[in-house]
């Protein structure tokens, strides 16, 4: 997402915000970007990878339409999905969450391994 104010002609990497903890893109704080511009930092990505992937928890529905879709690919889907404990309207599928955890790992620079 982008910081509110933000000059779309002059943008930074200040400027490009973690929508799940609203943190900016430094070079120690990898982003991967999902639909419509959403992104998820890695420092995200760990907590939801060890809630969703590693201890198979993570928010389920228990009905159609509740909680909110995934931000990154813009789906509602059936497998356990992480919100954010600070802005509860962004959540993020396992799908993504996996595929975010193995673009971060291919990416030397990012530094980032899959916890546990």
Not at 2 to 9: K, S, T, V, Y
């Amino acid at each position: 997402m982008l910081r509110a104010g933000a000059d779309p002609e002059n943008l930074g990497p200040a400027d490009f915000l973690c929508n799940f903890c609203r943190k900016p893109w430094t070079d120690d704080r990898p982003m991967i970007e999902g639909h419509q511009g959403n992104l998820i930092c890695g420092g995200c990505v760990t907590l939801a990878y060890t809630e969703v992937v590693v201890h198979k928890a993570g928010v389920i529905d228990a009905g159609v339409g509740e909680g909110p879709n995934c931000v990154m690919c813009l789906e509602r889907r059936q497998d356990p999905r992480w919100v954010s404990p600070v802005y509860e309207d962004q959540a993020v599928c396992a799908r993504c969450v996996s595929q975010a955890a193995g673009a971060l790992v291919k990416d030397k620079d990012s530094r980032w391994a899959k916890p546990g």
